[in-house]
């Protein structure tokens, strides 16, 4: 069993809906990071949070510490939201400097 | 003025040679990784270097040899490639080695291994 587990794996979505992906860890952590993967290969980091909720635009992670869980949320989805998501937590203690990553979430807009 | 650079993009080459890839960032992080991206596009970390120094230093194959000839650049170097080692390997980097909660990692834009 991975350490960062990411639901759902892929998402078909139409445009204007609202989304939700979801992830929960089972270690100890610092910190956790939202990436976004783009169809080239790119990776931009979105959010990096420890705890409550913070938002970006037309986006917003919420992570529940109790819970080991993070939500990153798309409201009015758009055809250039269309990416893998990554979740990653950073360990606390243990290896410094390491990120443990989900599989991620590939997320298809329809316009 | 980008941030962390990687070269080449894409590199193509037989089983059995021996082929480098090139990080540089311009961030003046101390922190450098090695992550690859295998074809199921699930991300591991390979390797981490602070200062020059290495810190971690993941199960990997002794084939790979990270180098950093200074802060600002950490280059991978692949001696005997094999078809297990085509994967996208990212470069990143980081402002400390214990990371604070307000910092965060910067990657590289990629770079696509594939052995034939």
């Known amino acids: 069993k991975n350490e960062v587990e990411q639901s759902p794996q892929n998402l078909t979505a139409q445009e204007g809906e609202f989304i939700t992906i979801n992830c929960s860890y089972s270690?100890?952590?610092?910190?956790l990071h939202w990436l976004q993967q783009h169809p080239g290969g790119g990776i931009v980091s979105l959010f990096m949070?420890?705890?409550g909720k913070k938002k970006h635009g037309r986006l917003i992670a919420t992570i529940n510490i109790q819970e080991k869980h993070s939500s990153l949320h798309i409201t009015a989805s758009h055809p250039r939201d269309s990416a893998v998501y990554i979740c990653a937590v950073r360990l606390r203690g243990g290896s410094q400097g390491n990120l443990i990553f989900g599989k991620g979430t590939k997320l298809s807009v329809k316009p | 003025d980008t941030a962390v650079s990687q070269t080449p993009k894409y590199l193509v080459t037989q089983m059995g040679n021996d082929k480098s890839i090139k990080c540089e960032q311009n961030?003046?992080?101390?922190?450098m990784y090695w992550y690859k991206q295998d074809s199921k596009k699930f991300l591991k970390i390979m390797f981490s270097?602070?200062?020059?120094?290495?810190?971690i230093n993941e199960t990997v194959p002794n084939r790979f040899s990270p180098k950093s000839p200074d802060k600002a650049h950490l280059n991978l170097h692949i001696n005997s490639l094999e078809l297990g080692d085509s994967a996208v390997y990212f470069c990143?980097?980081?402002?400390?080695?214990?990371?604070?909660?307000?910092?965060?990692?910067?990657f590289g834009p990629g770079t696509r291994l594939t052995v034939l």
């Open positions: 270690v100890g952590i610092s910190a």
């Open positions: 990143a980097s980081s402002q400390e080695l214990v990371l604070a909660v307000t910092d965060t990692q910067y």
């Open positions: 949070l420890s705890s």
């Open positions: 270097y602070n200062n020059k120094e290495l810190i």
């Open positions: 961030l003046g992080h101390d922190t």
